[in-house]
């Protein structure tokens, strides 16, 4: 279970996070929803320590530290029980799809390069990519270079993944293969905390969805709840430009 309790995040005078509260149970997919602006990606880089939050605390399963007082030990602990797939693929360009997935086996987790290789080949079959081993980013589409970031993220199996829009600078005809792979994913129980703008997949495979704005948690709810009968009048109005649904509830 990942839960963060009272987060507060402010750069300079601009207040970005206002005391957000958030718990993933395991197994669950909990899908973060809201306009640009809402605090919801810095929400994810501080629960990975890219950010450090202001105010506020994270437990993850046995660790439970506030974010302001994490010293390194606290912070490298967090990081080996999450992994994070990014907007923008974030590969090494010089790298093969293959050493990209097993860099961080090696060089943070001390995994036997014959091992990490094995593991790398497993997941990258894992996400369709199996005949992509040598190919490195600028061969690959961005669908197929973030199925790489996908792959990379499950490689070192992590208690929770964290997506940040992973769809967002896709192609449309692209987005399909990268939330197909993620729909595979939550078949298989594996714990997702997802910021995206994709409707249909929040209401498809979201154990959860977390409405946000102005850096706060407006409304929370089963996908039925929020998609059909949302409570908030701030959650309805954004809902209402992309639900189209006769039994929607405005």
Known sequence: MLEVRNVHKAFGKANILCGVDITVEKNSVVVLL????????????????????????????????PFKHAGKKDILAVRRKTAMVFQNYCLFKNKT????????????????????????????????????????????SGGQQQRVGIARAIAVKPDVILFDEPTSALDPELIGEVLAVM????????TMLIVTHEMNF?????????????????????????????????????????????????
């Open 34 to 65: 809201g306009p640009s602006g809402s605090g919801k990606t810095t929400l994810l880089r501080c629960i990975n320590f890219l950010e450090r939050a202001d105010e506020g605390e994270i437990k993850i399963d046995d660790i439970d530290i």
């Open 202 to 250: 929040a209401r498809d495979v979201a154990s959860k969805v977390v409405f946000m704005d102005g850096g706060q948690v407006i409304e929370e709810g089963r996908p039925g709840e929020i998609f059909r009968q949302a409570k908030e009048q701030r959650t309805k109005r954004f809902l209402q430009r992309f639900v189209v649904s006769d039994d929607y509830n405005i």
């Open 97 to 140: 799809a293959l050493e990209n997935v097993t860099e961080g086996l090696i060089a943070a987790r001390k995994v036997p390069r014959n091992e990490a290789v094995a593991i790398g080949k497993e997941n990258l079959n894992k996400v369709g990519l199996g005949s992509k081993y040598d190919a490195y980013p600028c061969q690959l």
């Open 183 to 190: 729909k595979k994913l939550a078949r298989e129980g594996i």
